[in-house]
């Protein structure tokens, strides 16, 4: 059971293959020079005006504001781990923060490489849903700032790429069956000819670890928020989504015993091993929640496996144990965390 | 909890190195040829004399005569595998035989490479009562028969690495710590330095399957069977199971968390896998044996682990599935039976 189903909500649409979906509005305020441009004091002052434009968004009650200059880097990195800021906003130097939503539905990076980069995040592919969201914060904020805007160019962004609408649609697909059967080149080449970015489960770089895809259109130029949004996310990732889930059919048809012993041995490791690195426990995961979504696993619930894919990061585990832990000390944690998670 | 602490028997000594230990005596008949020259009918009445020499051992309630020229192939398979007939025995052609005891301490084979091959088995170290059992049956027999006798050779056996006092003792011993520190080289030198055989879990020639090792005297003349017995059972193979205890240890004291964590993954697949292979399965139960003689699991019962190491085996899934099986089917039957007998 989901929590979905216990709490009565409506199970989030295509949730067998999208983890989320989410939207982002990159916006500059117009009169101040681009983040990497920008003086201290500078930066301080975009903190402040942002604050106060989005002050119903970034400073409710159920929103939290952090500072990320001030806190500790594993509480950066514990927000790296969960997608709420990216490892640049992490890393970097100077004023910059983020607000969070409590129920992390939302985050509002600020001095990330843009002045302002609002997401909006949902479970399953909602992408209407976020972008609705983000562009009321946008519309909100708009009465207070003033962004930087060209007339021909559209809104103007640090990195051209994001120029013009300044949104970015992008969908965190698991392809465990596409990459079993070796077809994951295929999507990788359709969506190289179709101008999408695919990256890994932590962004630009990133390996595809635990068979997790981060889809994302690469051009915001020449046409309006409404064409990128139908295109891409009622035509391309639905095409994915279906070509995935024949891959998954295909595998029970093939041979439905050597899909269940893998996905049993996996599930088994995770709850008995007594060490494990995070590629493994990744790798692990994504198999299990495969078989969880082919229903060849009984009493296991999918929030509990998707959580558990940053439950088990260096960062959270070092949150959870209030200490900072060597690599064989994570390893450890991390079978211990994934033991009592997953125990019948 | 072993079947000799529910029972209210002694635990045989040195159950976690030594299997098994084994005492066989090699005999031919007088007067007959050996059996790779005698015909059909001299096959046959050496089973008859022989039959009528060892009746209490051969014939009594609690012993089963088995005619091999008759069972089916699956038969001698299973028996086979029990290790109550050796690989040749089951394969050859002609009249001949084994008697077994109904507890399996003892079997008797007629007509495999000498007329008679009596061997007596206990679990652990008990090579004494192995051996005072087998020279109780020869004893028996020396009455009503007369054997093939040099009065400067000894006792006439077709092989002459036989001849002399045709006794050979033997010990399966459990060997994974000693494979895992890699000092497995160093016993099998020193093994052959002492002129003993080292073979696998199923004799001359198979593989060290699940790290069991069965060592043996190769001579068997010049010396007496006291000599032999004690040169072989109350030094040699002591010292290999000290040997092998030490490398335990230090496993154990080296990290004690990578040893868990390998005997629990292992214990897990063997409790989960959909489909195994026989090596896959030897193997893991080898670690589980390890871990159970190191307690670093509970409620799995040494007993249980032994039992597997034959119950898994083509010959005895095919028995008891009441047909043949292919390897596919081979392989989900094991996992069923390992799934069934080690679930918690």
Redesign the interface.
């Known amino acids: 059971m989901t929590s979905h189903e216990r709490t009565g909500q409506a199970e989030p649409p295509d949730l067998d293959v999208v983890l989320t979906s989410r939207a982002r509005i990159a916006r500059n305020l117009s009169g101040l020079p681009f983040v990497h441009r920008a003086t201290a004091d500078q930066r301080q002052s975009v903190i402040s005006r942002v604050q106060l434009a989005l002050e119903p968004e970034c400073c409710s009650e159920t929103t939290t504001w952090v500072d990320l200059e001030s806190v500790s880097p594993l509480q950066r990195r514990v927000l790296y781990e969960r997608h709420l800021i990216s490892r640049q906003h992490a890393d970097q130097q100077g004023p910059r923060g983020v607000a969070v939503a409590q129920d992390e539905s939302m985050s509002v990076m600020v001095n990330e490489e843009d002045h302002v980069r609002m997401h909006a995040l949902s479970p399953g592919l909602q992408p209407h849903a976020c972008f609705e969201r983000v562009l009321a914060m946008d519309k909100a904020a708009e009465g207070a700032v003033e962004w930087a805007f060209h007339e021909r160019w559209g809104y103007q962004t640090a990195c051209p790429t994001n120029a013009g609408t300044g949104v970015r649609f992008s969908a965190m697909l698991h392809l465990p069956a596409l990459r079993l059967t070796r077809e994951l080149e295929k999507v990788r080449h359709a969506a190289k000819d179709l101008q999408l970015a695919v990256r890994g489960y932590y962004g630009e770089g990133s390996e595809s670890s635990g068979h997790f895809y981060q889809v994302s259109n690469q051009i915001t130029l020449g046409c309006t928020e409404e064409e990128l949004l139908d295109r891409f996310m009622s035509t391309i990732v639905p095409g994915i989504v279906e070509y995935e889930r024949s891959a998954r059919q295909a595998l029970l048809r093939r041979d439905r015993?050597?899909l269940?012993?893998r996905v049993?041995?996996d599930?088994?490791?995770l709850?008995?091993?007594?060490?494990m690195k995070v590629d493994e426990a990744m790798r692990r995961l994504s198999t299990v929640r495969l078989g969880v979504c082919l229903e060849l696993i009984p009493n296991v619930a999918l929030d509990c496996i998707n959580g558990l894919f940053q439950m088990i990061q260096s960062g959270h585990l070092q949150q959870q144990a209030g200490k900072s832990l060597s690599p064989p000390e994570s390893q450890?944690a991390r079978?211990e965390l994934l033991r009592q998670r997953l125990s019948g």
């Open positions: 015993l050597a269940e012993d049993h041995r599930l088994a490791i709850r008995s091993a007594r060490v450890a079978a």
